[in-house]
């Protein structure tokens, strides 16, 4: 069962139209200091109609500023990501040799 939308004004241009609340999904909006997006900045989220919340979309999308630090946020990720595959490589290494070492100590 899917959620009806509220009618109520939306708050950008206050007609009455079923609203809905706008959460981005830019990935940027963790607080992590200067990859915080200008509109995840903002303390209280407004409902928005349809219309309103596309035009909002679009100018988010077409942002040249949110554009290239959502790139620099995307490459601290995959030096994370690679990051954390290398510790789980050098922990499989370490764990096959501390086996090897423990089976060639009891057969020897």
Request: proline share 7%.
């Amino acid at each position: 069962m899917t959620a009806q939308p509220i009618e109520a004004r939306c708050d950008h241009c206050t007609q009455q139209r079923p609203l809905f609340l706008y959460e981005p999904d830019c990935g940027m909006h963790l607080g992590a200091g200067a990859f915080t997006c200008p509109w995840c900045s903002i303390p209280k989220q407004p409902l928005l109609c349809t219309p309103c919340w596309s035009a909002r979309k679009e100018r988010e999308e077409n942002d040249p500023q949110l554009a290239e630090e959502a790139k620099t946020f995307e490459q601290i990720c995959a030096g994370n990501r690679r990051a954390i595959a290398r510790q789980e490589a050098d922990k499989a290494a370490l764990d096959g040799i501390a086996k090897a070492t423990e089976q060639a100590e009891r057969h020897g």
